[in-house]
T-cell receptor, first 112, second 110 residues
Framework: QQQVKQSPQSLIVQKGGIPIINCAYE??????FPWYQQFPGKGPALLIA?????SEKKEGRFTISFNKSAKQFSLHIMDSQPGDSATYFC???????????FGSGTQLTVLP | NAGVTQTPKFQVLKTGQSMTLQCAQD?????MYWYRQDPGMGLRLIYY???????DKGEVPNGYNVSRLNKREFSLRLESAAPSQTSVYFC?????????FGPGTRLTVT
């Protein structure tokens, strides 16, 4: 049972484009929604995270949009660069639990 | 400050062989985890340890055992490896909900 559904599976954009990755969750008890970035041969690294009391969070070129009523959240990458080419994972957690539930991942390629 | 370290980086096993994956963290985190990563399936939790001396099953625990040796170290053991356990294994630690992952162990079972 996949509690966090992520789309698309892969995404190709030109440099300067704005890739958008979407995630949907089922468990309304989730209260922490991080995004992880993973380069080939490396472990995932925390990129940005949001809690459901805000609808948007921006850190540099990365923005999370959060829609609590739709149980959806998305990652936008402004002015994307070839160095952003990586696999991106959304995840969700409940405050009382210590486990992260991950989406299936999106492989992003930014063409020069 | 190395963060989360894992050994070995690569391993090839024959079906039925056993091995232990080692993980250590130097961030004084209470919680530690073992995940496996398979194409198209994201990361799935195998076992976790909320604190020293405790361990709990995750989503896919069958075929694995764990030991929380002390606060720093959390090992994953495959008693009788199967081809279905071919995967990339990540150890992680967390404090206050923020997870830090190790570099991974790529395991192939033939």
């Amino acid at each position: 049972q996949q509690q966090v559904k992520q789309s698309p599976q892969s995404l190709i954009v030109q440099k300067g484009g704005i890739p958008i990755i979407n995630c949907a969750y089922e468990n309304t008890a989730f209260d922490y929604f991080p995004w992880y970035q993973q380069f080939p041969g490396k472990g995932p690294a925390l990129l940005i995270a949001i809690r459901p009391d805000v609808s948007e969070k921006k850190e540099g070129r990365f923005t999370i949009s959060f829609n609590k009523s739709a149980k959806q959240f998305s990652l936008h990458i402004m002015d994307s660069q070839p160095g952003d080419s990586a696999t991106y994972f959304c995840a969700a957690n409940r405050g009382s639990a210590r486990q992260l539930t991950f989406g299936s991942g999106t492989q992003l390629t930014v063409l020069p | 400050n190395a963060g989360v370290t894992q050994t070995p980086k690569f391993q090839v096993l024959k079906t039925g062989q056993s091995m232990t994956l080692q993980c250590a963290q130097d961030m004084n985190h209470n919680s530690m985890y073992w995940y496996r990563q398979d194409p198209g399936m994201g990361l799935r939790l195998i076992y976790y340890s909320a604190s020293e001396g405790t361990t709990d099953k995750g989503e896919v625990p069958n075929g694995y055992n764990v030991s929380r040796l002390n606060k720093r170290e959390f090992s994953l053991r495959l008693e009788s490896a199967a081809p279905s356990q071919t995967s990339v294994y990540f150890c992680a630690s967390s404090q206050k909900g923020e997870f830090h992952f190790g570099p991974g162990t790529r395991l192939t079972v033939t």
